[in-house]
């Protein structure tokens, strides 16, 4: 005889339950702004090949109130994301030089200090370049 083995139905709402559960899917669901962002820069590229009337529209919906608001929602999913990676590295990246462990907060701190630095990086070659 076979049968199925019984499988416990699970809510929708499972994840709502753990603190560690809830914050894996905001950070989840904060790729999907970037994702769209990165879609709507795809989209800036086509409309600046279509022309220089196309294309100032679509700037004109990035400057707008909307956009602006959309891009906080994308910088702060951005950061979250970032951040929640950063914390994960140590676990992810062990470091070992012979009997010595690279301590968690160097692996992070080291991340964060390359963030920064090609963060000012680009900042400078947008302002200068």
Do not use: C
């Not at 499988?7 to 560690?20: C, D, E, S, V």
């Not at 905001?26 to 590229?45: H, I």
């Amino acid at each position: 005889m076979n049968r199925k083995p019984y499988q416990q139905p699970q809510a929708a709402t499972w994840w709502f339950k753990n603190h560690f559960y809830r914050f894996y899917m905001l950070r989840e669901a904060s790729s999907v702004p970037v994702f769209l962002y990165a879609v709507w820069l795809l989209l800036g590229l086509f409309r600046l090949n279509q022309g220089a009337l196309e294309f100032n529209a679509w700037l004109a919906l990035n400057t707008s109130g909307v956009g602006q608001i959309l891009h906080l929602v994308v910088i702060a999913a951005a950061l979250l994301h970032a951040y929640t990676w950063f914390q994960l590295t140590p676990k992810i990246l062990v470091l070992r030089f012979g009997n010595f462990r690279v301590p968690d907060e160097w692996v992070m701190g080291g991340h964060y200090v390359t963030w920064v630095l090609v963060t000012i990086g680009m900042l400078w070659l947008a302002i200068t370049g």
